[in-house]
């Protein structure tokens, strides 16, 4: 498949050329939208429409030869401009800010697809390669894709399967039965696995709170995650639920406040400190349960990225949120699936991270979480609202059976 | 009935056939075999001037040139706006020598002359005619395909300042719009919906209140290529259909053989070029 655009100007609406146009591309079996139609207010003012034609490269070229007969001709084909970053890190003036979708850009008269989709990246463009990179990481002489003219953009590709997928076009609801939502994640997962593709979870504290780190611990020993992103206080309350029996200084056993238990955790991550890493304590027996411990055990990769409200933090916490991001674009190949466990921050983060063809799962006692992922651009997420332990629990024993 | 009348069609530019001759093909109806005979066009070209002046045209001659025997089609010329001349761009090499002799020609007479982009193929009032329709504004129907560029409808309205709307001709053997469309008043054409697709048959019905519809085989007959001075309608041939029903609507018919023209594919209109025509408003009057 392949999207061309073409441009159509003058009286296209009065001589019934706009609507030849259109029948054409249908007849010949592509499809069409119009990105960006002007009508002459008057029938002396002339009218113009771009429209972006899509359809199988055998089709495409004839129709577009077809529509050139039309007055419809190609936009401009241009190679794109390149100017070489200047410093380190600094991009030139007018650099093209990328989408997290799949792109091309031009170079050299032929379309060089993107490797590596990601937002709010620069284009850099090297001998036969095309790749988005970060501004931090430019650098000087980087040679720098200026303005959007050779850059195209493909529209998400549909799920290979509606009928599965078709709940993916709804908005995010909490008025959805769950446990329909739950088996359709599951199904979603097990397609991914069969293709060969990673899983990444992504976990707040509350899925320690509400008691779901024993069964997400459960996916990660039967190999369900492939990388695991969180911070200082998911990773500390999973050791501190594990070690003391709380979380937060809360029984996750009974739901009750235990004598002292608000420095519970301040304790959990200085006995973790005293080791040296969380994977010498697990070595060392502190630490015999839980999702960390699950890590270290299956040899899943973890990122933990810090904040500043972080106590400790555990030594593993990455506390330079740059090195974090890199950090964890490492582990973003061959992931097909996020799952967004009650995380704002670090959901977000990776959502910024992760190209648009990852199917991402976000799940949320709170909407708001949910839509703002989608504001900030990954519009792939699917919401569902829900408390994230019952949604791990049923996700665990949808894939592994009750445990 | 009285048939009304165009405003345009009273000062008509000609050009004697001395150097015409079917001397290349292409149009499905030159043969290069098919001899002309010179004498017999001569006369047949006189015979349509004359016509036209007893219509009330004033007929206007420019030199023929050797090395451009169709220059005699001076319907190809260009298309005439007011001071304002766009001369033709030809897709056959055979005629694109033509094009500077008709600037040369409009350019010492007083017109401005304004052209279209070296990429766009357009065939001058062969292939546009104005319509205005009763109370409305004018609109010039371009033909496209065989001769023209449908893209320069764009570059025309931007240069006349009036609509285009591009018509495709889908019958090479009706290669220009002026084979398939007769301006004949504020209400009338004549039309040749055959030479036309689905599209452009809409257009044209949409802005023509009452059509006289030829049939393909009156379309064939160059019927349409008539030259109208006001209630005068000056044809290459008369189907006897036809001709009932331009006289019924009020018009008089003065049937003009042109046959040694049809030779090359021309008929009355495409050895005339309206001087007359404005196609918009503008600032500075005809030259005269």
Known sequence: MGTETIEVTGHIVDSLLLAKILDAILDAGCDYEISDVRIGKTSLDPSSARIAVTGDDGALGPLLDELQVHGANRTAQVDARLEPAERDGVLPAGFYSTTNLASDVRVDGTWVPVGNPEMDCALVVVPGAARTVPMHRVRAGDLVVVGSDAVRVHAPARARDTQVFEFMASEVSSEKPKAVLVAQVAGRLRAARERGGRILVVAGPAVVHTGGSTDLARLVEAGWVDVLFAGNGFATHDIESNVLGTSLGVSVSEGVATEGGHANHIRVINEVRRHGSIAAAVEAGIVSGGVMHACVRKGVPFILAGSIRDDGPLPDVMTDVVAAADALRKEIPGVEVALMLASTLHAIATGNCLPAGVETFCIDINQAVVTKLADRGSHQALGIVTDVGLFVRQLADELLGPR | ?288
């Not at chain 2, 047949?44 to 025997?69: C, D, H, S, T, Y």
């Not at chain 2, 005619?129 to 893209?151: H, I, M, N």
């Not at chain 2, 609507?249 to 023209?261: I, M, P, Q, T």
């Open chain 2, 1 to 288: 009935m009285t048939a009304g009348t165009l405003g345009w069609g009273r000062r008509i530019l000609m050009c004697p056939p001395r150097h015409f001759g079917v001397l290349y093909e292409i149009n499905p109806w030159m043969q290069r075999e098919v001899v002309v005979e010179p004498d017999k066009a001569v006369e047949q070209w006189e015979r349509l001037g004359a016509a036209l002046r007893a219509a009330g045209a004033e007929v206007v001659e420019m030199e023929p040139r050797a090395e451009v025997p169709d220059l005699v089609f001076t319907a190809n010329a260009g298309l005439v706006n007011g001071d304002q001349f766009i001369p033709s761009h030809f897709r056959h090499p055979e005629r694109q020598a033509e094009t500077q002799v008709n600037v040369e020609w409009f350019g010492r007479h007083g017109w401005q002359v304004d052209r279209l982009p070296d990429d766009t193929d357009h065939e001058g009032a062969g292939d546009a005619l104005p319509f205005t329709p009763e109370g409305g504004r004018t609109v010039l129907l371009s033909g496209y395909s065989f001769r023209s560029d449908a893209g320069a409808a764009t570059e025309l309205a931007d240069l006349l300042g009036c609509p285009v709307r591009p018509v495709q001709l889908v019958d090479p053997r009706l290669y220009h719009l002026d084979l398939t469309f007769c301006p004949l008043d504020g209400r009338r054409a004549i039309v040749a919906p055959t030479g036309w697709d689905t599209y452009g048959r809409k257009v044209v019905e949409a802005l023509v209140p009452e059509p006289l519809v030829l049939t393909e085989d009156e379309a064939l007959s160059f019927c349409a290529n008539s030259v109208v001075v006001d209630g005068t309608v000056v044809m290459p041939a008369t189907p006897a259909r036809v001709g009932r029903q331009l006289e019924a609507w009020g018009f008089e018919v003065v049937e003009c053989r042109v046959d040694e023209f049809l030779k090359a594919g021309g008929g009355c209109r495409c050895l005339t070029l309206a001087l007359d025509v404005e196609l918009a408003k503008r600032a500075v009057s005809p030259p005269g």
